[in-house]
């Protein structure tokens, strides 16, 4: 299944950045975006996850992200994330560059994370960005900022918002420095995340993509691996760990 050439990278190599998305989280049972049964199927998400309508009605807003919460609360890493954490013991500099807000990699034990998009575990004010964890009871009414009084958000990136600066910018600097950059469960659409292979490649690294059907990276990618993540994943693992 796995290239010499894949092997013999993996062989030697020091830096390896890994990028994904929401197919990585697909067999915990957490919906795609775009898929089959994507939530972007059933809910528009310029409808949702963007600040107009949150400023316009942010009951809405609030009850769609407590169903997703509520959702990820039930389901837990697979072997896809616990894969990804033995890449992080196995590379001496390794970067997961995440799209995904589900928080299943922290879970699962990875602590090289840059959160693109944000994570929906966490909260924030939407004026002056004070912090608030846990959870609010939405039965006594939006939750207030005890700082400045506006209205506390979950702290996701929506469409038309900019990525935390620090954060896109050090996965471009990670990109940069990779010698194998692998884009995994990701339709690889959305930018800038989906720039990041581009740059990965245009500095010398071999491009891997893992997904079950192919993207507009595809074409670019060194190496497609057709299938599921948490079947590829822990057996790349296994021939890792015979090289090194
Ligand atoms: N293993 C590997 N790949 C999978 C699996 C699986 N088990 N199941 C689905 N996929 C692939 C799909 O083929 C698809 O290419 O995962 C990809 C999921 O794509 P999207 O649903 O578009 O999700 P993502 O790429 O993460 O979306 C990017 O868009 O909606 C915004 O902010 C949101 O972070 C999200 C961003």
Known sequence: MFSDTLLARLKKAYTVVVLTGAGI????????????????????PEKLANFYTFSQNPELVWEWYQWRRELIYKVKPNLAHYALVDFENIFPEFCLITQNIDNLHQEAGNKKIIELHGNIMRN???????????????????????????????????????????????????????????????????????????????????????????????SSADEFLQGAADKILPELVIEINKLR
């Open 124 to 218: 924030k004010c939407s004026s002056c960005g004070k912090p608030y964890e846990g959870d609010f009871d939405l039965k006594n009414g939006i939750p207030k900022c005890s700082d400045c009084g506006e209205l506390i958000r979950p702290d996701v990136v929506w469409f038309g918002e900019f990525l935390p600066q620090e954060a896109i910018q050090k996965a471009q600097e990670m990109a940069m420095a990779s010698e194998v950059f692998f884009s995994i469960g990701t339709s690889a659409v959305v930018e800038p995340a989906a720039s990041l292979p581009y740059i990965a490649k245009g500095n010398g690294a071999y491009i891997v993509e893992i997904n079950i059907e192919k993207t507009p990276l595809t």
């Open 25 to 44: 989280s697909a067999a915990s049972g957490v919906p795609t975006f775009r898929g089959e049964n994507g939530l972007w199927k059933k809910f528009r």
